[in-house]
């Protein structure tokens, strides 16, 4: 019942969105007052609220039954839905623009008492912007596709004049917040693990948000365990704060079983000898005990690096990996040569390089400080289907001297 209340304020507000856009689009188009494009528009708005009602009940949200009509159905309402909220944004300009093109129309026939040619121009420019939804409900399309199609490979090297001899070369492959469920289903898992096995890397590691559909949590494993023979060195895994959202327990259960290495505040040792390498990975911090919301708690973030580090000999070399990017506060702090990290998907949203969301310290891509790295992942996949400028991906960190 928790969820019906937030679920018709959502429902109201898709419907306020829908009817401000046409209301200010038929006062300066005529095109959008012609009855069947009122009623194209009408039946849209209804079935996008519709569908976004019926997702909003399932759990996980918007879970997509098998169907691939019901798929494509939903991808086309989230469009829909997204090129309204880019139209809402963009209405002041397309107002400003629409006033510019007719208030130059009519000075110029006032001072010319002609408008032949100027007036077939200035048409043309007011019938080219009333086109506007179709370019907003065009880059809503292209950015859904960019996320369920697009999967790129982020390779850096790092240096570190400290390296251990032994580990030159050595490669750490990183995948983070695959979300397995409605948007990122098990064919998607096999085209990572195929990527990531390309590269051949003598580590890789999962930083949360693993799984939303707990359907797919066995299969998945299943996968990640035959992936794992592949892997000279092991996998190894952290929590995030979806595995809390959907099911702890049991995801703790199933990765127990399996031959995947669970780091939760604690450290492994991974390759032994006169200076040797040590795997920290650390829990989701959560501010309150009811694991509500996604606040997290300083204090207590302090506390899960202090444990990870217990045990670990003052001249090792260690990576810490972690889902949430504060963690890589304590990595500069302590000097651990890498720390990575995932949870802020890069923001989903980049234009001209910057992320529009910055709640965050380290939002997206490789920091550097104190001489030592941290590189925050924009995961392979996303609870929400649309990305724009920030495409899906797999890191590969290769260490060098």
């Not at 300066?28 to 609220?49: D, E, M, P």
């Not at 623009?97 to 408008?115: D, F, W």
């Not at 077939?120 to 960019?146: C, K, M, Q, W």
């Not at 898992?189 to 590691?205: G, N, Y």
């Amino acid at each position: 019942m928790g969820y019906i209340y937030p679920a018709l304020v959502i429902l109201t507000l898709i419907a306020f969105i829908s009817w401000l856009n046409y209301r200010l689009l038929s006062r300066l188009f005529r095109s959008y007052r012609i009855q069947v494009v009122r009623f194209a528009y009408l039946i849209l708005s209804v079935i996008t609220i519709v569908v976004i009602g019926y997702g909003w009940s399932t759990r996980p949200l918007f879970a997509v039954p098998d169907q691939e009509v019901y798929l494509f159905l939903v991808y086309g309402i989230l469009a829909w839905l997204l090129g309204q909220i880019i139209l809402l944004v963009f209405q002041p300009f397309i107002y400003v623009a629409h006033r510019l093109i007719t208030e130059n129309k009519q000075t110029y026939m006032q001072e010319t008492g002609s408008m032949a040619l100027t007036m077939t121009r200035r048409d043309f420019l007011h019938n080219t912007l009333a086109l506007t939804p179709l370019v907003a409900f065009g880059l809503s399309s292209s950015g859904i596709y960019e996320a369920q199609t697009e999967m790129i490979v982020e390779r850096h090297s790092i240096i570190i004049p400290t390296l251990p001899s032994n580990l030159k070369g050595f490669k750490i492959g990183q995948i983070s917040d695959t979300h397995l469920g409605p948007y990122f289903d098990l064919t998607k898992l096999d085209t990572v693990l195929k990527l990531m096995i390309k590269e051949k890397p003598d580590m890789v590691v999962i930083t949360g948000d693993f799984v939303d559909d707990l359907k797919l949590l066995k299969p998945a494993i299943d996968r990640l365990n035959e992936f794992h023979s592949l892997i000279p060195h092991g996998i190894y895994f952290c929590y995030g704060n979806h595995e809390y959202f959907r099911n702890i327990e049991l995801v703790r259960a199933e990765l127990h079983k399996s031959r995947l290495m669970v780091l939760d505040n604690k450290s492994t040792l991974i390759i032994p000898g006169q200076q040797p390498f040590y795997l920290m990975g650390v829990d989701y911090p959560w501010a309150n005990v009811s694991h509500g919301g996604i606040n997290i708690s300083d204090s207590k973030r302090q506390q899960c690096f202090a444990a990870a580090s217990q045990g670990i000999p003052p001249d090792a070399f260690k990576v810490l990996i972690a889902h949430h990017p504060d963690f890589l506060i304590d990595g500069f702090t302590a000097k651990i040569p890498l720390t990575l990290a995932g949870h802020t998907h890069g923001g989903q949203v980049v234009i001209m390089g910057k992320s529009l969301q910055s709640s965050y310290t380290y939002m997206r891509g490789l920091y550097q400080q104190n001489g030592v790295y941290g590189y925050v992942s924009s995961g392979a996949g996303q609870w929400f289907p649309f990305r724009f400028g920030c495409p899906p991906e797999i890191s590969i960190f290769t260490l060098l001297e």
